[in-house]
């Protein structure tokens, strides 16, 4: 089935770095959506976004809608043990019947 | 808050035998899906339904079937259980076809 690319795969960083991490999609996406799975749990949504150039803040979360409209950027800034998980972009188009199309995730991983 | 309740955390079944992974949700969304999870792949989707008795197949339906005879419940079903199937099963809903959707804390099975 069609998915994103999304990256990178996995990041280990310091406590207080920022993060960046993006999604990429060869079609024209209409919604954007980032998630985060924490261990054991099932992915929570963070940040919806649902026009091309929407910039949208949760906290220390920052999310963008590309203005192309075929990408998404999440960023995390001032980073802290609990933002460890899973974070997974998802996206929806015209054409595939309002179903998600989900990235293979970025794992993160911060060092106290 | 939207609840997608599944009814077992964590299961361990016998090869060949036929098993039952249920899934609830309590605010009335008419779309509900279910998916695999699996390191390196990301989420899979194995199947979804967009309304009672409907089902559709999603990018991985062998060896699995759904079924939805009420709009808040969506049961996944391994007619019989295989060592390949042993992953993380989860459970969404979502409203409409704009909104996001929901998951469930998710099941992890093992299939011995």
């Known amino acids: 089935g069609q998915q994103l690319n999304q990256s990178p795969q996995s990041m280990f960083i310091q406590e207080g770095e920022d993060v960046s991490m993006n999604c990429t999609s060869s079609s024209i996406f209409n919604t954007w959506l980032w998630y985060k799975q924490e261990p054991g749990e099932g992915p929570v949504l963070l940040i919806a976004l649902y026009k091309a150039g929407e910039l949208t803040s949760n906290g220390r979360l920052t999310a963008q809608f590309g203005i192309t409209r075929k990408d998404s950027f999440l960023n995390i800034s001032a980073s802290i043990p609990s933002d460890v998980g899973i974070y997974f972009c998802?996206?929806?188009?015209?054409?595939?019947?309002?179903?998600?199309?989900f990235g293979q995730g970025t794992t993160l991983q911060v060092k106290p | 808050d939207v609840k997608v309740t599944q009814s077992s955390r964590y299961l361990v079944k016998r090869t060949g035998e036929k098993v039952f992974l249920e899934c609830v949700q309590d605010m009335d969304h008419e779309n509900m899906f279910w998916y695999r999870q699996d390191p390196g792949l990301g989420l899979r989707l194995i199947y979804f339904?967009?309304?009672?008795?409907?089902?559709e197949k999603g990018d991985i339906p062998e060896g699995y079937s759904v079924s939805r005879e009420k709009k808040e419940r969506f049961s996944l079903i391994l007619e019989s259980a295989s060592t390949n199937q042993t992953s993380m099963y989860l459970c969404a809903s979502s409203f409409g076809q704009i909104y996001g959707y929901t998951f469930g804390s998710g099941t992890r099975l093992t299939v011995v």
């Open positions: 998802a996206g929806r188009g015209s054409s595939n019947t309002g179903k998600l199309i």
């Open positions: 339904s967009y309304d009672v008795k409907m089902k």
